[in-house]
């Protein structure tokens, strides 16, 4: 009787350790993630729709990395335009060619405005996604317009604190081929840098046009 008792309170005791590891998990990858929303993103009943309203608006610290052109570019390089960012790598076999494909559907959707945004990929495997790397992948796949980053790792490590970024490889198979799991979703900063909106992947394009039209004509 006593050992059943004992192991009931274990039982008890690791689901609300589990349970805890999950929230602090959710807080640190999805931050702002309890921040007051608007009625088009959540609330009155509505339901969540992946966009979550990032209130007050956070300033993100600068970075530079290389371009898919092997050129310097840093955040603060582009105040003045908002700034759409997702992480990813071009070996990803899923998400990241479906993301990069919604972002690519958003910027054609927005016509002349899109000069308006600057629309980033970040690299989360460095070591094979060198400019040139990137740069082929962006040609083969016609992502003009956008604008591919990679780094060493603890850089990208290093920036992508504040995003809620994290990243891991998988063990190399046989080949030396490996995976990157990695945080989805896509970042919107305003034009002086400070991030406003969060959207989860999958979210529809067009939810993301829409809440940059309304930015750009406010």
């Known amino acids: 009787m006593i050992r059943r008792i004992l192991l009931g309170v274990i039982?008890?005791?690791?689901?609300?350790?589990?349970a805890l590891a999950m929230?602090?998990?959710?807080?640190r990858i999805y931050p702002g993630a309890n921040s007051q929303a608007d009625s088009s993103h959540r609330g009155d009943g509505l339901e969540f729709d992946?966009?979550?309203?990032?209130?007050?608006?956070l300033a993100m610290p600068d970075f530079t990395l290389r371009d898919q052109f092997n050129k310097s570019v840093s955040l603060?390089?582009?105040?003045g335009n908002y700034v759409l960012i997702t992480f990813g790598y071009t070996n990803c076999p899923d998400i990241c060619p479906l993301t990069l494909?919604?972002?690519h559907s958003a910027r054609k959707?927005?016509?002349s405005s899109s000069e308006e945004v600057a629309f980033l990929f970040i690299s989360v495997d460095g070591e094979r996604d060198s400019p040139e790397a990137l740069r082929n992948y962006f040609a083969l796949r016609g992502l003009d317009g956008i604008i591919g980053l990679s780094g060493g790792e603890d850089a990208v490590r290093a920036l992508g604190?504040?995003?809620?970024?994290?990243?891991?490889?998988?063990?190399?198979?046989k080949r030396g081929g490996y995976l990157v799991n990695h945080t989805a979703g896509s970042f919107l900063?305003?034009?002086?840098?400070?991030?406003i909106r969060r959207y989860q992947f999958g979210v529809a394009p067009s939810r993301i046009v829409a809440d940059l039209r309304g930015l750009l004509a406010s």
């Open 11 to 18: 039982s008890v005791l690791l689901l609300g350790i589990a």
């Open 101 to 103: 494909g919604e972002l």
């Open 50 to 57: 992946g966009s979550i309203i990032i209130d007050p608006p």
């Open 161 to 173: 604190i504040d995003y809620g970024l994290s990243f891991e490889m998988t063990k190399p198979d």
């Open 23 to 27: 929230a602090i998990a959710y807080g």
């Open 189 to 195: 900063l305003d034009r002086n840098g400070r991030w």
């Open 76 to 79: 603060s390089d582009l105040r």
């Open 109 to 111: 959707a927005l016509g």
